[in-house]
């Protein structure tokens, strides 16, 4: 038998911790009393287990369960379920981190291109990348296409739709993707380097795949998905369908407050198959701290048996003034996400744009 | 131009409100700063407005924003992006309400069903509904339809599968649900009344939809869904395919915490199409108060525009004792969800079911 060991922050304190434990274990898997199970085959084999209760404080326990993998049903929204299901109501109750056995870790399988194959693509085996994001929303597809043109002329590798850009009447999907893909290719036929155009994917699971269908057609080669938005099991399902895709995960909704962020986006999305994970940096508009953000962005990167490396992509009001004391932070094997501090800069967008490319293969 | 109020609950003091609500209106719109949008219609009819800022307490203020409608692009997942995409990710932020514009409200078309619905299906036009759910996982199909058999006998209305019941090896999905529905039916004959057998359907969307395919050929005529854990955009397009279901909404993984639960369950799951919406009932192993419960039944119930009420669904370790008690508080437009309280009872398994519906009948 095969099981998943989920570790949850409790906050519980010693008296109280092995019975609401306990109660944790069953509310994770039968959701009955363990007396009412008369089955010995699933006392044994279906009940989740109590591994490990530790003490982090006076009021707080770290608790990891064992959860048979059969009851997942090989599916990533049961797996989901099963994780953090029923528990996500329980306002005591935290997800922090789970360990997947070696064969779940296999079929589940991670970025199909990760960090190599980005790097590939861009034809940048070394550096850290760069990425910017187009907006605002409301802006037709015209003037999203020059944006995008005067970014990747100015060397960007990575030009992303900004994630509320969706399927709407005053840029509808196809018309967008195709002159932004254009424009991408226009840029990168006269800088001589690869300019890759990311547009963003959103809608109910017939609409992303459609939009995927047409994005193939134009010539695209990334995509943008938030995997909370869209559902886990959407996200997986469409990464095991569309494997030529680079993907890069975004955060949105993700802010289910008591799932670690650290686990959610850096483990969770890579290991669905995120090649790049969009999040918010320290120090920006968001509230995740330093230690969080070098956390998360190890576990994207770190070994992880056969699951690739997915690349970093801190974000969210950046301004190119910090692409040295974010390359310090992070190394190299980061991609730069910096948009509003670029669009502010009018009409020195392109220089500006320069200059964050400049600040980067200088920043090394 | 048409606008959604969405309404937060910000963590903000007297001194910084105005800004941070400024803010939060470009964060869930153009997401950059005002300065560097240009466009005059952009500006006008695109970025978000700060509609309203009114005081609750020293340190929070309820901030009603107006997110155009154009920005949603006729799609849920794109609604629930610019609702609560970014900002869910900023912990001063809650979403506490959504007033929608009367066209979005009938193009989204809430319940196919409803409490009606329902009633009409099991022929029980005034008196509160039962449910129970068939447990633990690990059982195997038969044993999972000699239960259903059992409950179906006692007289319950409506026999859920336990919400981790999924296609899993020891119990797979088609034949557990040609089971499960063969004894509703057998329990509906002996019994002269309808039984109601609602199959759980959870998984990537291709295997929800395979799913729903095979519970209709066998004649099944409600299922459960846990939206949040497929994703709501899948869940709005499940009941768009499948309206022939009665569509009971589960909340597992819906402990996004900065999301209101009578919003989020009370009123979207009901706007996205559930029928009936399960969630855990106040005095249980859950952690909503009572003023909370009352407010999610409420916000299911109440008259909406054009949208039908869906059926409030207390649950989640309720014990047959407080089925009087329950009656009280709800009135009589509820139906009663109770599981382990049955189960707990051994070989009276089906004297206490009986028990169970002969409360609810002498309650009202």
Known sequence: MAWVSATYLLASNADEVEKRAAALALEQSVEMPLEAVGDP??????????????????????????????????????????????????????LEDVAFPSQLLKRLGGPRHGIAGLRALLDAPERPLTCTALKPQGSSPQTLAELCETFGRAGIDVIKDDHGIADQAYAPFAERVRACQAAAERAS??????????????????????????????????????????????????????????????????????????????????????????????????????????????????????????????????????????????????????????LSAGDHLAERSRTFVQAVVQGV
């Not at 057609?217 to 995997?227: I, K, M, N, S």
């Not at 993907?247 to 909704?253: Q, R």
């Not at 690349?311 to 190394?331: D, H, K, L, S, T």
């Open 189 to 342: 036929a006269a800088t001589g380097r690869p300019v890759v155009y990311a547009p963003s994917l959103v809608g109910s699971p017939r609409r992303i795949f459609e939009q995927a269908e047409r994005a193939r057609e134009c010539g695209v080669r990334a995509v943008l998905l938030a995997p909370m938005l869209i559902g886990l099991g959407t996200f997986a399902e469409f990464v095991a369908t569309f494997p030529e895709f680079i993907v890069l995960g975004h955060p949105a909704f993700g802010g289910a407050s008591r799932i670690s962020p650290v686990w959610l986006f850096g483990k969770f999305f890579r290991l669905l198959g995120a090649d790049a994970i969009i999040y918010p940096n320290y120090g920006g508009r968001f509230a995740y701290s330093a230690d969080v953000c070098r956390a998360l962005a190890n576990a994207a990167r770190e070994p992880w048996e056969s699951i690739r490396p997915a690349m970093p992509v801190p974000a969210g009001g950046m301004p190119v003034e910090r692409v040295g004391e974010m390359i310090a932070f992070y190394g190299r094997d980061v991609m730069l996400l910096i948009g509003g501090s670029l």
């Open 41 to 94: 085959n699933i006392r044994e084999s279906i009940v989740a287990r109590v591994a490990s209760i530790e003490p982090i404080d006076a009021q707080r326990h770290r608790v990891t369960l064992q959860i048979a993998t059969a009851t997942t049903g090989e599916d990533v929204t049961q797996l989901t379920n099963m994780l953090f299901g029923n528990c996500s109501l329980q306002d005591d109750v935290e």
